[in-house]
Structures are given as C-alpha cells and as structure tokens.
C-alpha cells in the first residue's frame, strides 16, 4: 500500500506550511519579551497583560479541534489562503493598536489564522512524504515547534532595542504577505472534502470545555483558587469536556476520532508532547522575565543570552529526525527528558538575584538539548502507529492537548510566579523587590521539574512503533 500523496512539490509545500506555522509559533511568545513595554504603554498589570499569550493559546486550544471538521470541508489551498488573510488582519489590528483591548483583538485575530495553519501543516507532512523519508521531515517540523516558541524573545527582544513592540507585528504582515503571494498559488489539494455534518453540540462542549480550562488556569494568576471566576469555569471545562469525549465515542461521524487514543503509542506520544509544550512555554515566559526584571538586562541582551540554547536546539533538531529510524524514539526521550529533568534541577538551584548570567545561559542550553530530542520522536513515534485514515484525527487531537499544555504552560508559570513573590513578601516583607522576584521565578520552576520527571517516567515505556496501516 502507497503510504503518501503525490503532489508535484512536496518539499515547497511543507516549506510553505513550516514558515507560516513557524510565524504562528514565534507570534505566541514574541510578546513575553515586550511584556514590560505594553504594561508601561497601557497602564496593565502583569495578569493582565499575560492575557496577550495566554489568550492567543486559549484561540489556538478553541480552534485546533475544529480543523479536522475544516480539512474535510475546504481545499487545502483554500485554507491556506485564509489562514494568511485571517492572520494579516490580526497583525494589522495589533500592529496599530491604541490601547490593549484592540492589541489583544488583533491577538485573538491573528491566532485563529495559526489555529489553521498548525494541524493543516501536520497532516498534510504525514500525508506527502513517503514511511521512509519521514524522520527528517519530522525532525523539521519538531523544529518549527519548539524554535517558533523558543526563538520568539531572542527575535523580539531585537525588535524592540531596534524601534518599538508595533514593529514585531509590522514584520510579521510582512512575511504573511510574502507567504501569500509567493507560497499560497502552489498549494496542492491533500485532504478528502467529504463535507461531513457538522455536530453543533460537540462544536460548544469543545469551546466551553478547552475554553473554560485555559480560562480559569489563567485567572489564578490574578486571584485565589477560592474565587469563583477561577473554580466556576474550571469545573464547567472539565464536564464539558467529559461530555464532549462520550459523545465523540457514540457519533458514527464524530468530530475529532477518540479512537486514536486506543493506540497505545500514540497516548503516551501524546503525553511526552504536552509535557514538552508546557516546559518550552513555561521557560518561554519566565527567562526573559528573569533576565530583564532580575538582572536588568535590555530586551536585546535578554535575547541574545537566549540565542546559544535556541541555535543548539536548531542544530540538534534536523540531527535527531535523519537519526531517528536508527536510533528510535526510546532512546532519544529517555536521553531528552534526563538533560530536561537536570536543567530544571539546576534552575531550581541556582536562579537568585545575583546568579552569574553564565550558568542561566548554560543550563538553558541544556534544557534545549533535552527538547530536541523529545519533540520529535515524541511525535512521530506516536503518529507511525496511526493508520493513515486517522491521521487528521490524530494530528487535531494531538495539536489541541498541545497548545492547551501550552497556555497552562504559560498561565501556571505567571501563578507559581506570583505565588513565590506573596510567600517571599510574607516571610521578609517586600523590602528587597529584586530577590523577591528571582523567588518568585524559582518557584514558578518547581512545576517545571515536575513535569519533567513526568515526562521521563513516561519516557521508560516508549516501544518503538511501526507504522500500521
């Protein structure tokens, strides 16, 4: 059985469908960097402003369900096409903003343009490059993942010393803009339009569930888990989401098929992969956090220090997708989540307020290293087991757990943060604001770590799978 698609050129059209994706990813945390700037520009609190992050993934965690419904009722080209045109708007809105309603707008806007173009860049990859020549490609796109997220403070942060925040998103257009007229005319067809029915019911239950997790994870950094605008919506998530899984086994054309989960590598894939996101997007917002308020270093220099971690991972990421067919996904996660679970360790460790700047940037590399060679093999590993026909399903299911691990990721953070800064006051007042804030940040990692041991518990029962069909 022929395991892809023939298309005319698949290597420009998983290009095509990396930079927009990459676009996206980087758009995600670009603004952690320019965090301090908007709070100063609109007068907000930082609760407040995480919203500009947290929000973005809330659209992402919303909307990445709905493209296993979108790639069986729109042309791929078509999607494409929209995809662009949605996120250009996006840009434009936050790019002009007056104040932070309307940048949070352009925000939401623009996510709805990622939400597509991340699942559709998934499935389409699995659906165009033939068993053997997967790892590589693969190995890209874990790529695209973490270095979209990762490398968007280091690029801001030079954006910023350069003009002004507006400019992130000026660039950004730019790039849309070029995708759109360079990129998009070359799109081939790769889905089944079966234009299936849309289940109405399913559609809600996923928005209130997944919308109404990320919220209230969201609102505790703001308030206390008694409040009820942290426990209402988190217990409202939660049921809607059980509701919408037993649906989805009892619809004989359900929305996303659950049934993915029934392949026992997939799961634990899965699994590995959300452990993975919530780290990159934790990390992603507490460094630049730590390097700029802690150590008083400029938004440039903050990045810069960023930079060796994010070229590691770079070098490493291509290395480990041509390797893995020989080495597999066991050995590369359980390698990856050791270096992981040790750089946690050390951060827990050594962050103060008068850390050499030296031992941040080290051990960051060290954690990057550690991604690389989960992300991927992670990934790959658990879509081989998928038969082909489930791949759109099993792409869908697996992007929204990951985005929704990546607001947690990113709302967790801010929470433990502020949390260590309370406890820090309560204990030796607020007289010392700089070693109040590094205490803030060293405790935000105690969650990192353990997700980590997660992650490298889970790592003992990978079996390396091969491809069902």
Request: charged letters at 5%.
């Amino acid at each position: 059985m022929q395991s892809h698609l023939q298309v005319k050129s698949p290597k420009w059209m998983a290009a095509v469908l990396m930079f927009g994706s990459f676009i996206g990813l980087f758009g995600e945390t670009a603004l952690n960097m320019a965090m301090t700037d908007v709070m100063t520009d609109f007068t907000v609190s930082p609760g407040t402003a995480q919203w500009l992050t947290t929000g973005y993934l809330l659209v992402l965690a919303i909307l990445v369900p709905l493209s296993a419904y979108l790639v069986r009722w729109f042309t791929t080209h078509q999607l494409i096409v929209g995809a662009l045109v949605i996120s250009l708007i996006g840009g434009l809105l936050a790019a002009i903003s007056p104040n932070f309603a309307v940048l949070l707008a352009g925000r939401l806007i623009q996510a709805i343009g990622t939400g597509i173009f991340l699942p559709l860049m998934f499935s389409a990859v699995l659906m165009i490059f033939p068993m053997e020549k997967r790892g590589p490609v693969m190995g890209i796109v874990g790529l695209v993942l973490t270095a979209g997220p990762a490398l968007g403070p280091t690029i801001a942060g030079l954006i910023i010393s350069a003009s002004s925040w507006h400019y992130i998103f000026w660039i950004m257009i730019v790039l849309y803009v070029l995708l759109l007229i360079v990129g998009a005319p070359k799109m081939e067809n790769v889905s089944a339009i079966t234009k299936p029915r849309i289940d109405i019911v399913s559609l809600l239950l996923s928005t209130i569930g997944f919308g109404g997790f990320v919220y209230a994870l969201a609102t505790l950094a703001e308030r206390p888990f008694s409040d009820p605008l942290v426990w209402v919506p988190l217990i409202v998530g939660i049921v809607a989401l059980v509701l919408f899984a037993v649906r989805q086994f009892k619809m004989p054309e359900p929305m996303i098929n659950l049934h993915v989960f029934k392949y026992p590598m997939f799961t634990l894939g899965t699994v590995l992969m959300v452990a993975t996101l919530f780290m990159i997007l934790s990390v992603a917002i507490l460094i630049p956090l730590y390097l700029k308020s802690v150590l008083a270093y400029t938004a440039i220099a903050a990045g810069l220090l960023m930079l060796p971690a994010n070229i590691l991972n770079i070098i490493m990421s291509p290395l480990v997708g041509s390797n893995f067919d020989k080495i597999g996904a066991r050995v590369f996660t359980r390698i990856g989540f050791t270096l992981i679970t040790v750089a946690s360790i050390l951060m827990l460790l050594i962050l103060s307020s008068t850390t050499p700047v030296w031992q941040v940037a080290g051990t960051l590399c060290i954690f990057f290293v550690g991604v690389s060679m989960t992300i991927m093999p992670s990934q790959t590993n658990a879509m081989n087991q998928l038969p082909p026909q489930l791949y759109a399903d099993g792409s869908a299911a697996m992007n929204t757990l990951t985005q929704v691990a990546g607001a947690a990721g990113t709302a967790v953070a801010i929470t433990m943060f502020t949390a260590g800064q309370d406890s820090y006051a309560a204990e030796h007042g607020a007289g010392q604001p700089l070693d109040m804030l590094a205490y803030g940040i060293q405790h935000a990692f105690i969650v990192v770590l353990v997700v980590a041991i997660i992650g490298l518990i889970g790592s003992i029962f990978i079996k390396n799978s091969r491809p069902s069909h």
